[in-house]
């Protein structure tokens, strides 16, 4: 083969490793369907729960808190979920931030196994019924990107970014963490899984803090653009 021949045959053979925007649309429409559906059933499950509205009943007879089938099912299926993530990570469509991804799945997995091994299951249930919130939003501006629907994933895109910012910097920091490292000694004797526990919540609050700043770079470089949809590439 000529030296153009075997540059072609490299761009085409390249070009079959990268997936379709059919394979980018089902994977985020997957995801975007979980997550809507584990926040819909947190939201039934923790609706009538004590500590959703004070969070102080997270320590009220603590360790004595017995846990109800309701809240089993969302711990076990969002643990079961997050492994998921966590192995076809390394086969689904390749990200830029796979490491920082990689890193909070398993922070997430090892937050909620501390948090179920200590009997921590009701501040765990808020942390995830804070996080499945804004991502539903994401996964559908992303379908809309694929499916070339600018303005749907513009207001998508607005309206993500909107709860990304109240739930991930304000109401997990201000609300959760501020719970588990202030008022928490208040109530419950300290031990060792204690301070474990809170070292991974702040772990995920620096991720968060990462994303933010990736998320508002984007979304000024493609507001610049004329563009406001993030899609991760």
């Known amino acids: 083969l000529s030296e153009r021949q075997v540059e072609r045959w490299l761009c ?41 509205c004070d969070i102080n009943h997270s320590w009220y007879g603590y360790p004595h808190q017995s846990i109800t089938s309701d809240c089993w099912w969302y711990y076990m299926i969002s643990l079961a979920f997050y492994w998921s993530l966590t192995v076809s990570q390394f086969f689904d469509v390749k990200r830029k931030d796979f490491w920082q991804m990689f890193i909070h799945h398993i922070a997430a997995i090892c937050l909620m196994g501390f948090s179920w091994v200590c009997n921590l299951h009701r501040i765990g249930t808020l942390v995830l019924l804070t996080h499945d919130c804004s991502d539903i939003f994401l996964e559908a501006a992303k379908m809309a990107k694929y499916a070339n629907y600018q303005r749907v994933c513009d207001a998508l895109f607005v309206l993500f970014t909107i709860l990304w910012i109240i739930t991930r910097l304000g109401v997990f920091p201000m ?31 620096v991720l968060h ?21 993030y899609s991760r590439q």
């Open 12 to 52: 085409l053979r390249r070009s079959q490793d990268k997936p379709s925007t059919l394979t980018k649309f089902c994977e985020t429409c997957w995801r975007c369907l979980y997550y809507t559906c584990s926040f819909s059933y947190g939201v039934f499950c923790l609706w009538e729960k004590p500590w959703l």
């Open 175 to 205: 609300w959760i963490i501020y719970s588990t490292a202030i008022e928490a000694p208040n109530y419950v004797e300290m031990f060792p899984a204690y301070y474990v526990f809170n070292s991974l919540l702040l772990l995920l609050l």
């Open 209 to 229: 803090l990462f994303w933010t700043y990736v998320i508002l770079k984007i979304a000024y470089k493609s507001m610049v653009a004329g563009q406001v949809c």
